[in-house]
Each structure stands twice: as C-alpha cells, then as structure tokens.
C-alpha cells in the first residue's frame, strides 16, 4: 500500500516562502501524477498544482507565478515551493499520488493526511 506523508507546513508571514514535501512509500508500481490540493478555511478543496510523470505541469490561475511544483521520481517525492505567500493561501495543503498499476490496467489514487500553511497578514 502507498503511503503518502507531507511535510514542511507551517505559520509565516504575508509575502514569505514556504517549501512543502510530499514522500511517497510502499510504492509497488509507477506513481503517474503527483498533484498538492489545498482546503481553506469554508472552501471547497481545490487542485493546486500536479505534475505527471512526463513532466506536464498545471497549475491553479490563484498560485501561477508562485508556486512551483516538482518531482523527484527516483525517490517518489514531490514538492511545492511557495513564494510570495498571501493569507488567502493559508489552507490544510494534501498531496495526492497516482500509481498505476499496468499489470491490471488502472490506476489507484492516494492521499496524504495533510500539512497545514497559515500565513499570517
């Protein structure tokens, strides 16, 4: 079973950085996408960000400019970069990984447990 496990959040001021970490263990097969979505505070949880393993990147128009997000596939771990932090991006943040499992054909997807981001105003 894969186990995903976020770190790196935490309280900073308006306009810092952050760097979150998202390690991915137990993997049997090939993690496709790896994605950070984040839930705010009275919102709905939102894609922040995802990269698949041919390098496509997206990125949500509030965080373009920002975040940036990257992978480092040898050790199944992705990571968001976050600069230039407003208080409207202080969420719970949650990395999602994708593994895909050609033997059967389908992919199965994983949550982490989330790491909180509070920026402060």
């Known amino acids: 079973q894969v186990q995903l496990v976020e770190s790196g959040g935490g309280l900073v001021q308006s306009g810092g950085s952050l760097r979150l970490s998202c390690a991915a263990s137990?993997?049997?097969?090939?993690?496709?996408?790896m994605a950070w979505y984040r839930q705010a505070p009275g919102k709905q949880r939102e894609l922040v960000a995802s990269?698949?393993?041919?390098?496509?990147?997206n990125y949500a128009d509030s965080v373009k400019g920002r975040f940036t997000i990257s992978r480092d596939n040898a050790k199944n771990t992705v990571y968001l970069q976050m600069n230039s932090l407003k208080p409207e991006d202080t969420a719970v943040y949650y990395c999602?990984?994708?593994?895909?499992?050609?033997?059967?054909?389908?992919?199965?997807?994983?949550w982490g447990k989330g790491t909180l981001v509070t920026v402060s105003s």
């Open positions: 999602k990984a994708d593994e895909w499992n050609y033997r059967k054909g389908y992919g199965m997807d994983y």
């Open positions: 137990g993997v049997t097969f090939s993690i496709d996408t």
């Open positions: 990269t698949n393993s041919g390098g496509t990147i």
